[in-house]
């Protein structure tokens, strides 16, 4: 697992995905064995702080949830001893809680008064352990059978199973309270942010704070990025407009780069956030949520390879045909000399890679990143190379090639290293990224898209006169 690795090199950003990724179930494991919010996410702390001074003593990565785990399970044995009690003493009831002091409460146990946290663990501590593990995680998951079978390493059948009869044993006038409850007090990015204040700094401080701050800097780089190819793009396709010979490939030049560049700000921009917001108010689980994401940014692709292509093609018709009249130098012309040539080449090439770039360089995927890097500089200086001394149709012809071998290059780049970035970004295996979007997926929608792309351009082939 990566983020072990390079949590072992003092990455605390790659720890905090650690424990954002496992503190769901580190903390239901403790709240199921102490019957105590506060208690169990203050174990819980202690399990993440543990580990992350131990972390060179796991031998295997891939071990990961399961060591968590067992830290956590002893830290909890630990403190149950220290206090001599069993979990069921560690709910208040209802009646002392208001003879109590009123202490600091932590992040979960502010989303709940004591009255229900007590009123919780009174209706959860006649549900037999089997059973209620399961299902204090499960709606700590946003309800998602996969992660739980995942997490407790069950089949899904048998959490739907311990689920089913965990609800039967709650009393009906409990149930929708204790589910509200559970929902209202999972942790969240206040306990990913207290275990990491409270981590030492006896593992390379020097490199964390490096490795800190260099995150952040590629967080900021990652979102300004794309916007920097999207207007590398819009001022390359303002010069080649500028440079159209006739003032009817000048207008058909308009309105396609307008109509482009339009479509990708919206389906990049809003299009996302409102993807974001369907997931939540569906409440789509993560296999759903991926699939939806993959379906939807092919779309993206199909509509953006469609317009290019047929663009292409009537740019290449209508300079024909100006050439053929003799058209060839509309007043206002300004000409694609060497100079604004490598400009164009230039901001075309950083359109298609500037996102790539800093996706591979944030997910730490530093050879994909140099790799990508060597292939946009090496695909805009043969572009530009190609185009010396062209000018008319092949000039245009020579632009469409350049064109398909960067969407070929891109898409190449995604099959090859998506699944690791998803990994990442998820905090998770390639194998549990795998389970949520299965491996086949991207190479199925890529040959789907050359495919349609071959559909188009035979569609659009220009007929041959006798």
Not at 214 to 238: D, N, R, T
Not at 259 to 269: Q, T
Not at 274 to 298: C, E, F, I, K, N
Not at 323 to 341: C, F, S, T, W, Y
């Amino acid at each position: 697992m990566q983020l072990v690795e390079w949590s072992l090199t003092g990455d605390r950003d790659a720890f905090r995905k650690i424990v954002e990724r496992y503190q769901s179930l580190v903390c239901s494991i403790t709240y199921n064995a102490t019957g105590s919010l506060t208690l169990s996410e203050d174990i819980a702390q202690e399990t993440f702080i543990a580990a992350w001074k131990q972390l060179p003593e796991l031998r295997e990565p891939s071990l990961l949830r399961s060591w968590l785990c067992g830290i956590a399970r002893f830290l909890v044995g630990k403190q149950l001893r220290r206090q001599g009690h069993e979990p069921i003493h560690a709910a208040e009831t209802v009646d002392a809680i208001h003879e109590l002091a009123a202490l600091e409460p932590s992040p979960a146990a502010q989303a709940v008064s004591r009255e229900e946290e007590a009123i919780l663990w009174r209706a959860l501590e006649r549900i037999p352990d089997a059973y209620r593990e399961p299902m204090i995680l499960f709606y700590r998951e946003q309800q998602s059978v996969e992660r739980v079978a995942v997490e407790l390493e069950l089949s899904e059948d048998a959490v739907k199973q311990r689920l089913s009869r965990g609800r039967k044993m709650l009393h009906e006038e409990v149930i929708s309270f204790v589910e509200g409850t559970l929902s209202r007090t999972a942790p969240g990015q206040a306990f990913s942010g207290a275990v990491l204040a409270a981590l030492p700094l006896t593992m390379g401080s020097a490199a964390a704070s490096t490795a800190s701050a260099a995150a952040a800097k590629s967080g900021v780089l990652a979102w300004l990025a794309p916007f920097l190819g999207i207007f590398s793009g819009m001022f390359a396709h303002w010069l080649v407009v500028r440079a159209a010979p006739t003032e009817a490939e000048r207008r058909a030049q308009k309105f396609a780069f307008t109509s482009l560049w339009v479509f990708v700000l919206l389906w990049a921009v809003a299009g996302q956030i409102g993807m974001g917001a369907l997931r939540q108010h569906l409440q789509w689980s993560d296999p759903t949520y991926y699939v939806a994401m993959a379906g939807y940014w092919w779309l993206y692709a199909v509509i953006a390879v469609t317009m290019t292509i047929v663009m292409m093609r009537r740019f290449i018709l209508l300079r024909q045909q100006g050439e053929k009249a003799g058209d060839i130098q509309r007043p206002g012309m300004v000409p694609l000399n060497p100079a604004r040539n490598a400009v164009v080449m230039g901001c075309t090439t950083l359109a298609f890679f500037s996102w790539l770039i800093p996706l591979a360089w944030r997910t730490h995927d530093t050879g994909t990143a140099i790799v990508v890097t060597g292939l946009m500089l090496g695909l805009g200086a043969w572009q530009i190379i190609s185009l010396r001394g062209k000018t008319g149709v092949p000039a245009m012809r020579a632009i469409a090639g350049h064109l398909t071998l960067s969407w070929t290059a891109v898409l190449t780049v995604l099959n090859l290293r998506l699944d690791i970035w998803l990994a990442y970004m998820h905090g998770s295996s390639v194998a549990e990224i795998h389970s949520l979007l299965p491996p086949w997926v991207a190479p199925l929608l890529t040959v789907a898209l050359v495919f349609w792309a071959g559909l188009v351009m035979t569609l659009t082939k220009p007929e041959r006169r006798v």
